[in-house]
Antibody
Framework: QVQLEQSGAEVKKPGASVKVSCKAS????????INWVRQAPGQGLEWMGW????????NFAQKLQGRVSLTTDTSTNRVYMELRSLRSDDTAVYYC???????????????WGQGTLVTVSS | DIQMTQSPSSLSASVGDRVTITCRAS??????LAWFQQKPGKPPELLIF???TLQSGVPSRFSGSGSGTEFTLIISSLQPEDVATYYC??????????FGQGTKVEIK
């Protein structure tokens, strides 16, 4: 079965960076893309960005442009999300979710990771 | 970017009631609309995709309809286990793919 397993919780100071991993299994990794979605405490879902697992093409939410990057490692079926220059309002649960790949975009987010809590505090 | 607007933001209904949630897109997205259910402390789960197709394993009391810019999620007979927050999301063509702000469903 499709599984997305995320790395563990992180506590970071303002201005630092965080890197969260998402390991995919149970399906052909390069046939899909991976989205990242975050949820601040008590708030709704915010789409952050997407990477196509076959060619590494990416797209990001405008408000995060320049602070977020996504990379893939096809040898281990992992996707990495790095967020830089962390602020207190980046405190959130971060989710990865399977979706479409490059030029096959219109695929719903049908499988989600368990979430990774990132806390930004001095 | 396409904006998604859900209404209401919250609702309270009795067990057995019919519940309707609306989602409007700022521009046409044909039927590339998904609905998610999220229970506290859990990741979202896909309920409906392509506006009206039930994801495998989802109870038949859930249904979706609409196309273009107006979409609806209906729970035909609300059950206690349906207490959750529901989100719509467009996944039309290329990203970004935005979520609605969510609708919190509670039992009266």
């Amino acid at each position: 079965q499709v599984q997305l397993e995320q790395s563990g919780a992180e506590v970071k100071k303002p201005g630092a960076s965080v890197k969260v991993s998402c390991k995919a299994s149970g399906y052909p990794f390069t046939s899909y893309g991976i989205n990242w979605v975050r949820q601040a405490p008590g708030q709704g879902l915010e789409w952050m960005g997407w990477i196509s697992a076959d060619n590494g093409n990416t797209n990001f939410a405008q408000k995060l442009q320049g602070r977020v990057s996504l990379t893939t490692d096809t040898s281990t079926n992992r996707v990495y999300m790095e967020l830089r220059s962390l602020r207190s309002d980046d405190t959130a649960v971060y989710y990865c979710a399977r979706g479409g790949r490059w030029l096959q975009f219109s695929v719903p987010l049908d499988s989600w990771g368990q979430g990774t809590l990132v806390t930004v505090s001095s | 970017d396409i904006q998604m607007t859900q209404s209401p933001s919250s609702l309270s209904a009795s067990v057995g009631d019919r519940v309707t949630i609306t989602c409007r897109a700022s521009q046409g997205i044909t039927n590339y609309l998904a609905w998610f259910q999220q229970k506290p402390g859990k990741p979202p789960e896909l309920l409906i995709f392509a506006a009206s197709t039930l994801q495998s394993g989802v109870p038949s009391r859930f249904s979706g309809s609409g196309s273009g810019t107006e979409f609806t999620l209906i729970i035909s007979s609300l059950q206690p286990e349906d207490v959750a927050t529901y989100y719509c999301q467009n996944y039309n063509s290329a990203p970004p793919w935005t979520f609605g702000q969510g609708t919190k469903v509670e039992i009266k």
